[in-house]
Structure formats: C-alpha cells, structure tokens
C-alpha cells in the first residue's frame, strides 16, 4: 500500500530549466494538492485539483503549472526555475474535502535551484 | 498576512508531562481545523481535526481544544511521550474552499 508516491526525492536544477516532480496516489482519492515548505513559512498551498481535469491555483501559484489528465496522478511543472524556488514540495491528496479534510502527504521532495 | 498563527516556534516538555501547543487564527470563515505532525524527511501526518460546531475532540493521549470566539485552538498531548518529538502544524479550511492554510509549525521536544 504506497500512498503518496513522489519523486524524486532530491533535485538540483539550474536557473532557467524546467523540470517536472511526479505524485502518485494509489487511495482513488479526488482531491490532490501540492505545498511548498519554507523555514519559517509553514506550508503553502501551490495548486489543488478536486479530479482529473479539474485544476485550480493556491496561495503561490506563480512560477508553477499542474494539469490532472488521472485520479492517480498530479504532476507539478517548474516552467523556468528560479532560486526563489528552492523549497522542499509535498504532494497530497484526500477523499472528498467536503467530508473530511485529512490529507495524506508524500515524503517530500527536496528542490534546490542555483 | 498570516491567517493562522502559531506564535510558538519551539516548546520543551518533560517525558510524562502536559505539552499544549497553541495556535491562532483570523478568518472567521474557518470552520474545520487539522493538526498534523510531521519528523525530518517525512511528510506531515495527521494528527487529530476539530470541527466549528464542537469545542473540543479527544482522541487517545490527544486532545484539540476550540475557541471560536477567541479564534484560538489548541492541542494538548499527555502524557507526553519522547515519541511526540515533532514538528506540529495547525491547519484551517473554510469549507468548500478546498483549501487548507497551514501555520508555521511548533518544533516540540520531550525531554526523557
């Protein structure tokens, strides 16, 4: 029973690339979201989707794009790094939000830009 | 503009003892309130939630304290355990916002 699957764990990237960070869940959970934690920020809301094909932007949605084609999978797209997005990024997801709002969380993935 | 608070970033506690995080929040939209722990390298996990229309929720050696007319919540763990040694994060929704705010988080240490 996997959960919250992200990969990968760790990344280093340089000003200007794109890259992707995969989430999976294996729950049939709807409702997926991505966070970035910063020292000192707690955890911050990128992007959420309530099913496949259905995306909307959190808190800081700047710099970042999501698309939900799957129930299983919500890929997190950086366009165009930059080092203000060096931050450790945890994926989600819960069953109907309506109903309760536990989330499940991956273990993280670690993104440093230089 | 930080709409939940936890003005707290560290607490030391002896084993065996009451540990009482607090948190703070300002939106008075919010109507259901998560608390989650969370160790190095590993995502937070949930912890124990609280709805608006209750004041308090137990659930083991955890118990989640609301105040709406203060909009404050707080957590309590006893006794506490070396275990407990975590990172906690309050958290709040407005519902069918699907969004949750989080707070900065609690560093707690249980002194053995």
């Known amino acids: 029973n996997a959960g919250v699957t992200q990969t990968p764990k760790f990344q280093v990237l340089k000003t200007g690339q794109s890259m992707t960070l995969q989430c999976a869940q294996d729950?049939?959970?709807?409702?997926m979201s991505w966070y970035r934690q910063d020292p000192g920020m707690g955890l911050r809301l990128i992007h959420y989707?309530?099913?496949?094909?259905?995306?909307d932007q959190g808190e800081v949605p700047n710099g970042y794009n999501v698309s939900r084609s799957t129930t299983e999978d919500f890929p997190l797209r950086l366009l165009s790094a930059a080092p203000s997005q060096t931050s450790v990024y945890f994926c989600?997801?819960?069953?109907?939000?309506?109903?309760?709002?536990?989330?499940?969380f991956g273990q993280g993935t670690r993104l440093t830009v230089v | 503009d930080q709409q939940v608070k936890q003005n707290s970033p560290s607490l030391s506690v002896q084993e065996g003892r009451i540990s009482i995080l607090n948190c703070d929040y300002t939106?008075?939209?919010?109507?259901?309130f998560l608390w989650y722990k969370k160790y190095p390298a590993e995502g937070p996990t949930f912890l124990i939630s609280?709805?608006?229309?209750?004041d308090k929720n137990e659930d083991g050696r955890f118990t989640v304290f609301l105040n709406k007319s203060a909009k404050h919540l707080s957590l309590h763990i006893v006794p506490s355990q070396p275990g407990d040694s975590a990172v906690y994060f309050c958290?709040?929704?407005?519902?069918?916002?699907?969004?949750?705010?989080f707070g900065t988080g609690t560093r707690l240490k249980v002194l053995a």
């Open positions: 958290a709040a929704s407005e519902s069918g916002t699907y969004k949750y705010i």
């Open positions: 989600a997801s819960s069953w109907d939000p309506i109903v309760t709002m536990e989330a499940f």
């Open positions: 939106n008075s939209m919010f109507d259901y």
């Open positions: 989707s309530v099913g496949a094909g259905i995306t």
């Open positions: 729950m049939n959970h709807e409702y």
């Open positions: 609280i709805s608006s229309i209750k």
